[in-house]
């Protein structure tokens, strides 16, 4: 009883794993250091980890080192061949070594990383470094079966937290100004990670008011091998549809990114959205009223240009009377008067009436076509303004 008291006491005494630092679990262990004879050429092989410790969904990176010394020759290419393993991802291997000099050597150094995707102690997959060197000469080392410890994420990481480096994360959305119900919108999330499982991005669903959330996300991933690492780049898109007429809101989304390299956690939010929704008949009717008024203010346009026109060339016509014999001709003609009828006997009540009464009298008085008169009459016709009905039957002539 005594001895299971003290041990439980130096369990206890013990810190957790998941609790150590980062640069206490960076401890490395040398998986292979042996010499190989390729194509002519004798090369140096080392691979090691640089961590006794990895976390689930974390890449476990192993460091594939080629030194020679022969520097005019090619290096071989290196390809990673794995048997299925349910504990562990498919290897990714870096197509282009990173080359350096050392002590007059040549020094290529691949990276490949295995994802862990099983918690407990799980022994490396069985991994075979296949080397190709000059004329298809072929060589092939496999890695010992070391067991590696993964653990679940840190207490403090929220269960849908993204596992990896996080370089850059974007947002866009287009919100018209009016929507409709049942109208669709999307949020485009663009995400930047280091070392991030290959296969896919998920975050948690939209919550908001007056909103349906859609799914499947869609979704695209696009990776390659940078100077950071296994760099990804995703894009999410996030529709949801306006499911009801009023005020709707897409409330504000909270990511976490944990990174396992420094074991921090890093906390996004995503920005709020909302805005006012319409039903479909309300807006064909706004529709239709904006289309009835265009109509009208298209029609009075058109009535106040006739009227313009026709006073324009009124004004024009009368400009180019030489005497009242054209004048009383000109009006006769414009104002539809009956040319067998006196001008002062036809009674129709325009506005220029009386001055037509005195051009007549004045034609028929006897005295010159061209005088004072006529002068006068000719100058209050033209600043006469004529309007309403009178635009629409007086008929203009160049």
């Known amino acids: 009883m005594m001895r299971l008291i003290l041990l439980i006491l130096t369990a206890l005494s013990m810190p957790p794993l998941w609790a150590a630092t980062a640069e206490e679990v960076a401890v490395e262990r ?3 250091d042996q010499t190989m004879h390729l194509a002519k050429n004798d090369y140096q092989v080392k691979a090691w980890v640089a961590s006794r ?3 689930q969904q974390q890449a476990l990176v192993i460091h594939v080192q080629l030194t020679t010394a022969n520097a005019s020759s090619s290096l071989p290419s290196l390809s990673v061949a794995s048997q299925a393993d349910n504990a562990w991802l498919q290897p990714i291997v870096s197509h282009q070594p990173r080359l350096s000099e050392l002590d007059g050597k040549t020094v290529a150094q691949w990276q490949l990383l295995v994802f862990a995707k099983q918690v407990g102690v799980n022994a490396l997959p069985n991994l ?13 080392q496999t890695l010992p079966s070391w067991s590696i410890k993964v653990s679940p994420l840190p207490v403090y990481v ?8 996080l370089v850059n994360v974007q947002t866009r959305v287009n919100l018209p100004s009016i929507l409709l119900v049942d109208e669709v919108i999307q949020r485009q999330v663009q995400f930047r990670l280091v070392n991030h499982l290959p296969n896919s991005l998920w975050l948690n669903g939209l919550l ?8 499947p996300w869609l979704q695209s991933g696009d990776s390659a091998w940078q100077e950071e690492g296994w760099l990804s780049d995703w894009i999410i898109w996030q529709p949801w549809r306006i499911s009801q007429a009023g005020f709707w809101q897409v409330d504000a989304q909270d990511i976490w990114v944990f990174n396992p390299r420094t074991w921090q956690v890093t906390h996004l939010q995503l920005p709020a959205h ?3 929704a319409i039903p479909l008949w309300l807006w064909h009717s706004v529709q239709v009223f904006l289309l009835l008024v265009f109509l009208l203010f298209s029609y009075l346009f058109i009535q106040w240009s006739r009227c313009w026109l026709n006073r324009r060339h009124y004004r024009q016509a009368i400009e180019r ?3 009242s014999a054209q004048l009383y001709h000109l009006m006769v003609q414009m104002w539809q008067l009956t040319p067998d009828i006196p001008l002062a006997h036809q009674a129709l009540p325009l506005p220029i009436y009386q001055s037509l009464v005195e051009l007549e009298n004045q034609l028929f008085s006897g005295e010159v076509l061209y005088n004072e008169k006529f002068v006068q009459i000719k100058q209050y016709l033209k600043n006469t303004k004529v309007w309403g009905k009178g635009c629409t039957h007086l008929q203009v002539t160049s």
Do not use: H, K
């Not at 080397?131 to 092939?140: A, D, I, K, L």
């Not at 929220?158 to 480096?165: D, K, T």
């Not at 908001?208 to 799914?215: A, H, R």
């Open 30 to 32: 040398v998986l292979l």
């Open 53 to 55: 410790q990895v976390f």
């Open 128 to 140: 075979r470094l296949q080397w190709v060197g000059e004329s298809m000469s072929r060589q092939t």
């Open 158 to 165: 929220p269960e849908q937290a993204i596992v990896g480096e």
């Open 208 to 215: 908001g008011q007056g909103i349906e959330p859609l799914s």
């Open 274 to 276: 909302s805005g006012w």
């Open 321 to 323: 009377c030489a005497d």
